[in-house]
């Protein structure tokens, strides 16, 4: 039985415009070259047969293929085949999505994502069942752990090879869907999002990344810890919610876009929403938000954005639906992993 694991890297995953103006550091394609391969590296050390890799347009493969005969040579076990997927690509968050479906259908057992929140909410788009283990290379790295993606890549190499069952490896997780609908009542979109969905007063798409808060109206956040950096962050400075806690919490911002002053009864809390940026943010009220629960969008020009990138324009005629669902979808728990790899000996040689 062939061993396959599939890797979707984002070759421009922490580019855009929150790093630019908060003088935050990017990772270069040599950088990003040299993570792929210590992790076919350890992919090799649990004999993992073949990897799966999404093709890109801005030179990773030739800096990763410029390398692998190096660090074949230097390597104790063989490293996996590399097949490069036969997919067109854009640059486009559509093709992280596509080339998870093909991972699926090519029966890859987990995918390694590098990017950041964007990056793996694409993926999840497209996996389905198949798990994911996430690594960070974003600029909102909220959902995907910071960890040596060695370690990354060893846990996700022995789950792949059968050496630990499911029960002992994976773990469900939340999510938002977003559904809109236009003046007809007709579903126009169906979407989702891992960490946080935010109705922002404006009418343009414009740059996806939001780097100002002035324009927030409401945010909805899956999960809230007071390490991350993003919209969640928030939401974490109002009532911290584990990644695995049931429901997650909803917070109206005061209305201050077109005024210039808040409401009244508010309260003013600070939160890191991009590198750099500590910022004051008028809160309004905040609540649990339950699973199941419908959060209706609707009477005027606004936009949403997904997981800290605007993505939907909605018209005062159309509206959406957000809601939460538990046990969406699968990620692999690393530390589990390791530990029970270590208290079965596994890793014996």
Sequence with gaps: MTVRIG????????????????HAAGLTLGERANMLLRILQALAACKVDEVLLMPEMEGLRLHLERQLPAAAEESRYPLPRLRWLDMPVRTKTEDSVRAAEIMRREGVAALLVLGGDGTHRAVVKGCRDIPIAGIST?????????????????????????RVPDEHALRPNKCLHIRTFGSDGLEKQNDVAL????????????????????TLRTVISTQASIEAV??????????????HDAGGLLIELAPTYGTHEPAAKTFTIQAVLSPGKVEDIEIASFRRFKSGEEYRVSGQNCLIALDGEREIALRDNEYALISLQENAFYTLDVP?????VCAQKLHEV
């Design 7 to 22: 890797i979707i890297a984002n070759p421009v995953s922490a580019r855009d415009i929150r790093r630019v103006i908060s």
């Design 138 to 162: 974003g600029t909102n790295n909220a959902f995907p752990p910071m960890r040596e993606v060695t370690v990354t890549a060893w846990a996700a190499g022995l789950y792949a090879a059968g």
């Design 195 to 214: 960490i946080d969905a935010a109705v922002l007063n404006e009418a343009i798409l414009g740059a996806k990344a939001i780097s100002q808060t002035d």
């Design 230 to 243: 993003g919209l969640s962050a928030v939401a974490a400075a109002l009532q911290p919610v584990g990644r």
């Design 336 to 340: 589990a992993v390791l530990k029970y």
